[in-house]
C-alpha cells in the first residue's frame, strides 16, 4: 500500500475513534500522523524497510507498526475491526457542528450512526428518553443538525482548502498533468465551500482521470463522464474533478470557477454580442471578458452581484490588495494572555516574512477566560517589548485588544489608553443584547477618542455564531465620522466583516486593517484569508493602513 493510502487509513481509523469516543488521545494520534504522513518528502519505502519511521513527528512505535502493517499486507487489523462495528456512514456524525465526544459514544451505543438516524431519534423522542440526553440537550442538537442539514454540508474554506490542497499534491504526482488549479467557491475565497472544485488540463484526459480516481481518501463515486468525475472522500467532502486539453483550460477553469449568476450574466452578454458565432480560442481568463468588451474580473468578484455592470464599464478597481502590499501584522496576541507563542517568537516569525512591524495586542483585564493582561503584567510586557526591540529589526507596537464593556465603556483606565500605540475593540461577551442595546453600545464605545480599531466587528464565527444584532448602517456613519477603522479578520472561522458590509464601508471612506488575530506563529500564515475576504469586498491597496511603512501606520492612527 502506497503512502497516500496509508495515509486516508490512518485518518479513517483516526475518525471512527473519534466517534466511538473512547480514546480522545488515540484518535487524535492516528489523525496527527495522517497529515504528518501526507506530507513529508523522504522517500517513504525507505523508511519503511529501514524501520525509521519514528523518525517522523508524531509517528511513535505501535502508529509505526500499523503502518508497517498497512504497507506489506494491505490491511489493517484495526482498521477491519472498526469497520466491522461501524455501518457505512458512520463518520457522518463527526460532521454535525457541536457533537461531543462522550454524546457520539452514548449516540453509537444506542445504534444511532448518522444524521438521518439523529433526525429521526430526535422526532420520534427516542433520543430525549436516552440517559444524559436532557429536554434541553436534545433541543441544542436539534438545533445545530437543522443548521448543518440548511447548510448542505458546507466545509468551512480552510478545511475545504486542506483537502483541495491535499488532492492537488496527489494529482501532480502523474506524469499527464500539465496545470491543476483549485477552482469554485474556494478561488472565490468563499467562507464555506459545498463542493471542492479541481480543474486540470492534459494530452491524456483518460489517464489522469483514472490517476485521480486512485486517490485513497474516495469513499464513493457520484457520476463519471469522460472528461469529469464527482466523488465523496471518506470524511464526507464533495469533490469534482474535471480536466480538459490545454487549448481549453482557461475556459474550463473559468466556468469551473464563477458562480451561476455570473456565468449566466456573461452567456446573456455573450449571446447579444456575438450571437451563435463560435467562441475563440483564448489564452487566458482575461481573454473571456475581452472577447466580450469587458474588463478582466478577478475570480473573487465572480458572484453575479454588480461586477458585471462595473466590467462593462471598466470601473473595477486595478489596485485590489494583495498580500504582497501587507507590511505590518496587525492584531498579535502572546503567551502573556491566550497566544501560545512568546512576543519573541511571534516576532521573529513575522519579520521572518518580510513584515516590518507588529502589533502586540493582547487581550484587556475584562477577557479573564482569555488570561485577560491586569496591569501589574502589562507593564512588565511593556518592559520587555523595550528589551526585545534591541535585538529585533521589526518594530513592536504596545497595543491591546480591549474589550466593550456592556455600556459601551472601553477596558483599562484612560491614563493606560493613553499610551498604547494601537488599541483594538472588540466585543467578547453578551453577544445577545438586543438590536437598539447593541447599536447603542457600539456607538458610545466609537465616541471614545482611544477607540482606533474595530476587531472583528460582528463578532460571527462561521456556521457557530451568528453575527451580532445590530443597525449595522447607522453605526457605519459613525465610524465614517469618527474616522475609526474597521479589521477584517483573517482568522478563517471569523471572516469578519463580510464582503458586503465592507463595500458599505467603502462607500463610506472607511479605512481597513486586515489582520490574523494570531495567537500562534501559525496563525500568521492565516493572513490569506483576510487578503480574500478583502478581495471579495473590491478592498483597494491604498485602503488598507497596514499597507504603510511602520513611521506612516503610526501617523495614520494617530490621526483617528
Known amino acids: 500500500m502506497d503512502r497516500l493510502k496509508i495515509s486516508a487509513a490512518l485518518n479513517e481509523i483516526g475518525l471512527l475513534l473519534k466517534v466511538k469516543g473512547k480514546d480522545y488521545f488515540r484518535s487524535r494520534a492516528y489523525l496527527t500522523a495522517a497529515q504528518a504522513l501526507a506530507n513529508i518528502d523522504e522517500d517513504f519505502d525507505a523508511l519503511v524497510k529501514e524501520g ?92 445545530r443538525l437543522s443548521s448543518y442539514e440548511n447548510s448542505g454540508g458546507r466545509l468551512l474554506l480552510v ?26 467557491s474556494a478561488r472565490r475565497w468563499k ?52 480536466v480538459s486539453r490545454p487549448e481549453d483550460y ?30 475563440k480560442k483564448i489564452a487566458s481568463e482575461a481573454d473571456i471578458y475581452t472577447e466580450l468588451g469587458m474588463q478582466y474580473v478577478p475570480p473573487e468578484l465572480r458572484e453575479g452581484e454588480d461586477e458585471i455592470k462595473q466590467a462593462l464599464k471598466h470601473s473595477i478597481p486595478n489596485d485590489l490588495i494583495t498580500i504582497d502590499d501587507i507590511k505590518g501584522m496587525v492584531h498579535c496576541h502572546s503567551n502573556y494572555s491566550d497566544g501560545s507563542n512568546t512576543i519573541e517568537e511571534m516576532a521573529r516569525a513575522a519579520q521572518s516574512m518580510g513584515m516590518q512591524y507588529m502589533t502586540v495586542t493582547d487581550h484587556s483585564p475584562t477577557a479573564f477566560y482569555a488570561g485577560g493582561v491586569k496591569l501589574d503584567r502589562l507593564k512588565k510586557q511593556w518592559d520587555e517589548i523595550d528589551r526585545l526591540q534591541e ?96 479589521e477584517i479578520s483573517a482568522d478563517p472561522h471569523r471572516l469578519d466583516l463580510e464582503p458586503g458590509w465592507i463595500k458599505e464601508a467603502r462607500k463610506r471612506s472607511i479605512k481597513f486593517v486586515i489582520s490574523t488575530d494570531a495567537h500562534s506563529i501559525s496563525d500568521l500564515n492565516n493572513l490569506k484569508f483576510g487578503i480574500g475576504s478583502a478581495r471579495r469586498g473590491a478592498v483597494r491597496r491604498t485602503e488598507v493602513l497596514n499597507t504603510l511603512t511602520v513611521e506612516r501606520f503610526q501617523n495614520a492612527l494617530a490621526g483617528y
Not at 452514548?106 to 445504534?111: D, E, Q, S, T, Y
Not at 475556459?251 to 467562441?279: F, M
Not at 482606533?452 to 457557530?464: A, C, D, N, S, T
Request: glycine share 6%; proline share 5%; hydrophobic share 40%.
Open 391 to 486: 535585538t529585533l529589526s521589526i518594530k513592536l507596537l504596545r497595543g491591546t485588544e480591549s474589550d466593550i464593556l456592556r455600556d459601551g465603556e472601553l477596558d483599562y483606565p484612560d491614563r493606560i489608553l493613553d499610551k498604547f500605540d494601537v488599541i483594538i475593540a472588540s466585543i467578547h461577551s453578551r453577544y445577545k443584547l438586543d438590536e437598539d442595546q447593541m447599536t447603542k453600545r457600539i456607538i458610545t464605545a466609537m465616541r471614545n477618542p482611544h477607540f482606533k480599531i474595530w476587531g472583528h466587528p460582528l463578532g460571527r464565527l462561521v456556521q457557530r455564531r451568528p453575527p451580532i444584532a445590530c443597525r449595522m448602517e447607522e453605526i457605519l456613519d459613525v465610524v465614517a465620522e469618527s474616522r475609526a477603522v474597521l
Open 191 to 242: 467562507e464555506t465551500v459545498s463542493t471542492i472544485r479541481i480543474t486540470a488540463s492534459t494530452n491524456e484526459p483518460a489517464n489522469l482521470i483514472e490517476h485521480f480516481l486512485k486517490l485513497p481518501s474516495i469513499a464513493e463515486i457520484k457520476s463519471k463522464a469522460q472528461k469529469s468525475i464527482q466523488v465523496r472522500l471518506i470524511e464526507g467532502a464533495a469533490v469534482s474533478f474535471s
Open 159 to 184: 478545511k475545504a482548502l486542506k483537502i483541495a490542497n491535499g488532492i492537488v499534491k496527489y494529482v501532480r504526482r502523474s506524469p499527464d498533468v500539465i496545470n491543476i488549479e483549485i477552482a469554485g
Open 250 to 279: 482557461p475556459r474550463l477553469l473559468h466556468a469551473e470557477t464563477g458562480s451561476e449568476s455570473h456565468l449566466k450574466q456573461l452567456e446573456q452578454i455573450r449571446a447579444k454580442t456575438k450571437s451563435n458565432s463560435k467562441p
Open 52 to 143: 525509521r519511521l519514528t523518525e517522523i513527528k508524531g509517528i511513535g512505535k505501535s502508529l509505526a507498526n500499523v503502518i508497517a502493517e498497512l504497507y506489506l499486507t494491505d490491511q489493517s487489523q484495526i482498521l477491519d475491526k472498526l469497520r466491522k462495528e461501524f455501518p457505512p456512514g458512520a463518520l457522518a456524525l463527526l460532521q454535525i457542528p457541536g457533537i461531543t465526544r462522550k454524546q457520539a459514544e452514548k449516540l453509537h451505543n444506542a445504534g444511532i450512526m448518522n444524521a438521518e438516524q439523529l433526525r429521526n431519534a430526535i422526532e420520534s423522542e427516542y433520543l430525549s428518553n436516552l440517559p444524559g440526553f436532557s429536554g434541553r440537550t436534545v433541543k441544542a442538537i436539534r438545533k
